[in-house]
């Protein structure tokens, strides 16, 4: 049974996160990818391609991408590399403190280069990724012409 495992499971986005593939054939060929919806219902996602090591293991971390969105050892290339579906949009959080980015981990067999919704993954994952700490307090901020947040630690 393949399991595919982000550790911490939440976490604030701009905090690094362990992913790990478990139970591949030594030397498989796989296809990780990171996928996500907006606020708006825009899809953005990424992949790349991994060979199992001996153990039948893959870890973004220690293990060289062989291509897709990105190549070489990048820990956090899923979550970098995010691109969307549909030309010229951006990934923005307006919501910050009410909801978390959820990314869905999923690993393929194989080169998988498409979406199709047939193509089962062989195991799977979701990732909480926060904008604001708990406890944090955001202060909107309008004095004459400057317009922000203030955030304020608990």
């Known amino acids: 049974m393949v399991e595919v495992t ?10 690094p996160v362990q992913i790990r593939v478990r139970g591949l054939s030594p030397s498989q060929l796989v296809t990780l990818r990171a996928w996500l919806k907006d606020e708006q ?10 060979r199992a090591d001996g153990a039948g293991e893959v870890d973004p ?9 990105y190549s070489g050892v990048w820990p956090m290339g899923l979550f970098w590399f995010l691109q969307p579906d ?8 307006r919501d910050v403190a009410g909801s978390p980015f959820r990314v869905r981990l999923e690993v393929f067999d194989g080169l998988c280069l498409g979406t199709d919704p047939r193509e089962q993954p062989l195991g799977s994952c979701e990732a909480e990724r926060w904008y604001v700490g708990p406890g944090v307090q955001r202060v909107p901020i309008r004095e004459g012409r400057v317009r922000g947040a203030l955030f304020l630690p608990p």
Do not use: I, M, N
């Open 61 to 69: 971390g220690l293990h060289a991408a062989l291509g897709g969105s």
């Open 86 to 93: 549909t030309l010229f949009r951006r990934l923005v959080k």
């Open 41 to 50: 219902g825009e899809c953005f996602q990424s992949r790349a391609f991994f």
């Open 6 to 15: 982000v550790t911490p499971q939440s976490s604030l986005a701009d905090r």
